[in-house]
Every structure is written in C-alpha cells, then in structure tokens.
C-alpha cells in the first residue's frame, strides 16, 4: 500500500539522482545550463510549497516570501528558510525556468513532492473536513514539524550544492552576470535552514506521517489470502469509522462488527496454537471473543429503522471466508511458536485484525450512542428487566402488553458496558447482562450461530 513516506523516499532518490547525474556529466552549455538550474529552482519551489502545506494545511497563506512579524516560532523559522532564497521568494523575471520537454531528476522529484503533499489531502481537506480515520494524527501539528525533516534535508542538500553548480554553469560558458543573478548565494538561507532544524528537533517525540497510506482502498485479489485478508481489514476499518460521521442508523451493522470481532479472536487464538476443542482453555484473545459474543447476543434485541450497511456486510463476509482459509478453527496452529516467514506474516495479520477490532471497537460505541441519543433504538418492551421499567409506568405498561418502546438508558448502558468489555483484556462479559450466556460455549457453536 502506497504510504507518505513512500513517496518522501522516492522524491530523495530523485534528488540525489540529479546530483550524481550532474557529477557524472557535466553542464553542455548555456540551454542545458538554464534548464538544469531551472530544474533547481522547481524542486526548491516544491519542497516550499510541501513545507507550507505541512504548517499551514488550511492554505491560508500557500506561498509565504516575507517573514511575519512578531515572536519566533518553528512556523515562522520554516517560512524564513525559503524567504531566504531569494530567486523564488518571489520569483524573478530573470529565474530560468526549464523547457516543457526538459528531463530532469529534480523535475520528477518535484513532481513526486506535489503528490505526497496531495496524499495527506486525502484524509483531510484543506477546509478542514475529515476523510478517514486517519486524518487526527494527519492534522496534529507536532507529527508534521517532525515530518519536516525529511524535506528540510533535502532542501539542505541542495543549498549546500549551489556554489559547484554556479561553477560549472560557468564553466558551460553562461555568463558570470547571469550566474551571479541565477544562483546568489545561499548562507542565510542554510543558517536559517540551521535554526529550523533545531525548532523542528523540539517536536522530534511525535512519530513523523511516514506511516500514512492512501486514502484508497484496493484490494489484491490475486496475491493470496494474506493481502487480501488485510486490505479488506483496512476496508472495514474506514466503513466503521465513516458511521460514526455518516451514521446509517442501523443496529444490524453494529451486529455484523460485533460478530466479526467474536470470528477475528477466535482465528487468531487458533493462530497462536490454542485449541479451541478444550473447554477449559483461557486466554486473553479468548475473553474477548466471549466478550464479543456476549455484545452479539445483546445486540439482537434491538430494532433501529436503518438497514445493514451493504458494503461493510459484504466485507465482513468476505473477511470470514479468508479467516477459514488462513486460521481454520477446526485446527489449531501447529507452527505458532516457530521462527518461520509465512508464520510471522500470519501472525502478524491477525494482529493486526485485533487491533482493527479495538479501534472499530471505539467507533460503534459512539455510533451506538448516537443512535441511542436520536431515540432510534427500540426492542420489544417484554425484554426488559424489572430494573429497567421501575421507575417509568409506561414501561410497565408496554411489557403487559408487549408493545416495542424506546431502549430506555438502563438499557443501552449495559450494552455499552459489554463494548467496553470488548476492549479490556480480563474483562468478565456475563455479570452486566442478564441475556449473557451463564455457561461456557465453544468458539465453534457460537460462530456457527452468529
């Protein structure tokens, strides 16, 4: 899956692949000198406007040329770097520009920046609207002072090599007029370039957005079920995270979830080796799949008006079918504990599904809260507990005569607990709701029901 820093390593490749092209062969003449300098100056503008993208995502002031007044701050230190280069802050009539057609390393590396700038855009706006779940880290600020050093490096590099490329534009025969107006020199730039450095070191702590993938979700088909099993899982994980901002006001979804969450623990303690044919095995993947199967069967009281969400059931079928293929329950995993690649990756998967589980685990409870706050969850008034209709006379009424009523707060609140129960390894599922299985079951019976 194509990531931020994928495309922040393509675009150094290309950097140091201009350079060492410049090295091997030197400027021709004066064409091929303004080019490449142009080439030059397109990848310092690109490696501004990512900068400025970075600090300022809301686009308020893209191209910066004049430092702000006012306290310094690892903002105001970045936006000093590139006002520092005087040729493109602002740009000057006499800056070269390349030709159309001119090829150039820097030009692709310019090129690959604009496209990992547009990468981050897909999990936020510029307005501010949100895309994915995974657009909070995207927005947080210290994440992206710490994802400045790669651009910054790169910018370093390239002040650092002005002096030898004004040398051979001379020795290509451009005038030194031309050169000096061309390439002026770049000392306060790179002192600038210094003290960002160190601002940006401040906020080191924060994990940099290297990690941020397309927000697009393919899925391989055809490099086996482990590729699959694992776009699928990313799937999944956006379809939950977009009910919580475009709820579909449907419990059967939330049903769906809390079934694949009891399937997802189950696989993955079989992964791990555990047998699920003992009674008496305990394990912490195994509590919250009993976790997950406790919220199963409490969910299916509830009625909402909103039906299943087609794409999100298409895929937690999907994601079923591949567990059966890559961790059957009928046989446990007799490789867990060995060193071995196909293992690891295996492992490593169904971890993953667990962990997608957690944070699908987070975002149903607020879709569940929202459903019940908008009073769009009812059940059947006789399912109530005597606790549940105490204190309401009308609840008493509607369990005599077996009318549906709004799920009163009693209620959901128990539903909520068994979702926090899902998160909490050791947790005991059973003791908050009265429709909790009392007695042991295994894994199969109950996938097999759900």
């Given at each position: ?162 002096q030898r490329l004004a040398l051979q534009a001379l020795q290509a025969g451009v005038p030194s007029p031309d050169v000096q107006r061309w390439l002026p020199g770049t000392t306060y730039a790179r002192r600038a370039l210094e003290r960002a450095l160190t601002l940006v070191d401040d906020d080191h702590d ?245």
């Amino acid at each position: 899956m194509l990531t931020y820093g994928d495309l922040l390593g393509q675009a150094g490749a290309h950097t140091h692949r201009g350079l060492a092209a410049l090295d091997a062969s030197r400027l021709r003449d004066f064409d091929h000198a303004r080019n490449v300098i142009g080439a030059y100056y397109e990848l310092l503008t690109a490696l501004r406007n990512h900068t400025s993208r970075l600090i300022d995502p809301r686009r308020l002031n893209l191209h910066v040329y004049k430092l702000p007044k006012g306290p310094e701050t690892t903002d105001t230190a970045l936006v000093a770097v590139y006002a520092a280069i005087g040729p493109i802050s602002p740009p000057r009539p006499w800056t070269p520009y390349p030709d159309a057609n001119f090829e150039h390393p820097w030009r692709d590396a310019a090129t690959v920046l604009g496209a990992a700038a547009d990468l981050l855009d897909t999990h936020v706006t510029f307005t501010g609207v949100q895309r994915s779940s995974t657009a909070a880290p995207v927005e947080d600020i210290h994440r992206r002072h710490s994802t400045l050093v790669g651009p910054l490096t790169l910018t370093g590099t390239l002040l650092a090599y002005e002096q030898r490329l004004a040398l051979q534009a001379l020795q290509a025969g451009v005038p030194s007029p031309d050169v000096q107006r061309w390439l002026p020199g770049t000392t306060y730039a790179r002192r600038a370039l210094e003290r960002a450095l160190t601002l940006v070191d401040d906020d080191h702590d924060a994990p940099p957005l290297h990690d941020v993938p397309l927000n697009e979700h393919t899925v391989r088909t055809t490099d086996g079920p482990l590729p699959e099993l694992q776009d699928r899982l990313a799937r999944l994980r956006h379809g939950a995270w977009a009910l919580t901002h475009h709820p579909d006001y449907s419990i059967a979804t939330l049903h769906d979830l809390a079934g694949l969450g009891m399937a997802i623990h189950a696989h993955a303690a079989v992964a791990h080796g555990i047998d699920l044919h003992h009674p008496d095995t305990t394990h912490p993947l195994l509590t919250r799949a009993r976790a997950w199967q406790a919220l199963v069967i409490d969910l299916r009281d509830y009625l909402a008006p909103g039906p299943p969400q087609p794409d999100i059931r298409t895929e937690v079928l999907a994601v079923r079918d591949l567990l059966d293929q890559v961790a059957p329950l009928h046989e446990p995993n007799r490789l867990a504990g060995l060193d071995d690649a196909s293992n690891k990756q295996l492992l490593s998967t169904v971890n993953t599904a667990v962990t997608t589980m957690n944070n699908i685990s987070d975002w149903n409870v607020r879709a569940f809260t929202q459903l019940a706050a908008h009073q769009q969850l009812h059940l059947p008034a006789r399912l109530l507990s005597g606790n549940d209709i105490t204190d309401d006379p009308t609840l008493v009424t509607a369990k005599l005569t077996g009318l549906r009523v709004t799920a009163p707060t009693s209620r959901t609140t128990r539903t909520l607990h068994l979702y926090a129960d899902t998160r909490a390894v050791g947790a005991a599922s059973t003791d908050r709701s009265p429709r909790a299985p009392t007695r042991p079951m295994t894994m199969q019976s109950v996938l097999q029901r759900t």
